[in-house]
């Protein structure tokens, strides 16, 4: 059976996309529990969910039910939420726990998306390179200025409360 990108599985691939992307700078970040940690980790939580929902109306795997992966999906949603919740009761070694194994779940479950030759990922690389690699771009572009948008509007945010204090 032959699959296509749906207009589902094309949101549902943007929102992994940024997930992996998010997802890997918060890990790779040195500072955690920042206001551009918690930004980017509810914007990732957000595409976590997303992935993981829509993830029910995509049937490729099995045509007409549910397969392994979406087994995977409500392990996520579970795992994704007591991270939330973790980080909520301040128990940041939980939380990281939690957060660390759901990010390596979602790029585990990339590699094995992308690693099957029948499949969307590979096929469009193989047969619509130049869509594949615009594709890319314009994920890590996007991702990119989101994130530099963040750090411009929390430097606005800090510079606004700094002219306040010094105020007489």
């Avoid at 992994?16 to 920042?34: E, H």
């Avoid at 029948?118 to 690389?125: C, F, V």
């Avoid at 989101?146 to 007489?168: E, M, N, W």
């Amino acid at each position: 059976m032959e699959h296509h990108w749906t207009p589902l599985i094309i949101v549902h691939a943007i929102a992994a996309s940024y997930a992996l992307l998010f997802g890997a700078f918060n890990l790779i970040r040195k500072k955690k529990g920042d206001l551009l940690h918690r930004i980017l980790g509810f914007t990732w939580i957000g595409c976590m969910y997303f992935v993981c929902i829509s993830s029910f109306w995509i049937q490729t795997i099995i045509p007409g039910a549910f397969s392994p992966l979406h087994a995977l999906s409500v392990f996520t949603i579970l795992t994704v939420s007591l991270a939330l919740f973790a980080a909520i009761r301040h128990n940041i070694d939980s939380h990281k726990k939690l957060m660390t194994g759901s990010y390596f779940g979602l790029l585990a479950a990339f590699i094995g998306v992308a690693s099957v030759p029948t499949r969307l990922i590979p096929q469009m690389a193989l047969h619509d390179l130049l869509r594949f690699i615009a594709f890319t771009v314009c994920i890590i572009i996007s991702a990119s200025l989101f994130i530099l948008a963040v750090i411009g509007l929390i430097r606005q945010k800090r510079k606004g409360a700094a002219t306040i204090k010094s105020r007489p």
